[in-house]
Antibody, heavy 116, light 112 residues
Framework: QVRLKESGPRLVQPSQTLSVTCTVS????????VSWVRQPPGKGLEWVGG???????DYNSALKSRLSITRDTSKNQVFLKMNSLQTDDTGTYYC??????????WGQGVMVTVSS | QITLTQQAESLWISPGERVSITCRAS???????????LSWYQQRPGQTTKALIY???VRTDGVPTRFIGSGSGTEFTLSIEHVQPEDFAIYYC?????????FGAGTKLELK
């Protein structure tokens, strides 16, 4: 059974770094791409970036300078790091498995608040 | 980047009715493999985001047949026939033809 679960801090101080982990089961991250998507409270979805099955990455150009997506294949985990956080980075961060050009499975998401 | 426009922010309908949600892309989403890289998602409170349709018209496993995706080029539609109570949710389109991937702003189905 395919599952994705995000974990990370619920509260981050402005200007600090966000670190979120996506732990997957039911598939290998060396076989499928994994993307990160975020959603501000009450707003729409925004693609953050992704790590492809071969290990290369692709980032949303609007966030690229602050982003790093990496993985640990032995643990089937994908990591999102975003630095210089501001209040408008507040939102729910999701990871999603990608297949055939769409995101077929999503995690429940982790709600992150950027506040002092 | 490719912009996706879902013009209707909300649609008010009654159970049993048919509804269509449109998504317009700023450029064609047709790839050289003959497939359109446009997919549809449903968000309900407390549930994981659910993929409904990919390649514009292919239903994902387990999605009821009342969900129908259609369209080509730059114009796409998600239709729901005989809307059920559990279908009142927010629907997003997504393009994965070119990076950065982009979503439509979402259309909320509300009970009339």
């Amino acid at each position: 059974q395919v599952r994705l679960k995000e974990s990370g801090p619920r509260l981050v101080q402005p200007s600090q770094t966000l670190s979120v982990t996506c732990t997957v089961s039911g598939f290998s991250i060396t076989t499928y791409h994994v993307s990160w998507v975020r959603q501000p409270p009450g707003k729409g979805l925004e693609w953050v970036g992704g790590i492809w099955k071969g290990g290369s990455t692709d980032y949303n150009s609007a966030l690229k300078s602050r982003l790093s997506i990496t993985r640990d294949t032995s643990k089937n985990q994908v990591f999102l790091k975003m630095n210089s956080l501001q209040t408008d980075d507040t939102g729910t961060y999701y990871c999603a498995k990608q297949e055939g050009g769409h995101f077929d499975y999503w995690g429940q998401g982790v709600m992150v608040t950027v506040s002092s | 980047q490719i912009t996706l426009t879902q013009q209707a922010e909300s649609l008010w309908i009654s159970p049993g009715e048919r509804v269509s949600i449109t998504c317009r892309a700023s450029q064609s989403l047709l790839y050289t493999d003959g497939k359109h890289y446009l997919s549809w998602y449903q968000q309900r409170p407390g549930q994981t985001t659910k993929a409904l349709i990919y390649h514009a018209s292919v239903r994902t496993d387990g999605v009821p047949t009342r969900f129908i995706g259609s369209g080509s080029g730059t114009e796409f539609t998600l239709s729901i026939e005989h809307v059920q109570p559990e279908d009142f949710a927010i629907y997003y389109c997504l393009q994965t033809l070119k990076s950065p991937y982009t979503f439509g702003a979402g259309t909320k189905l509300e009970l009339k």
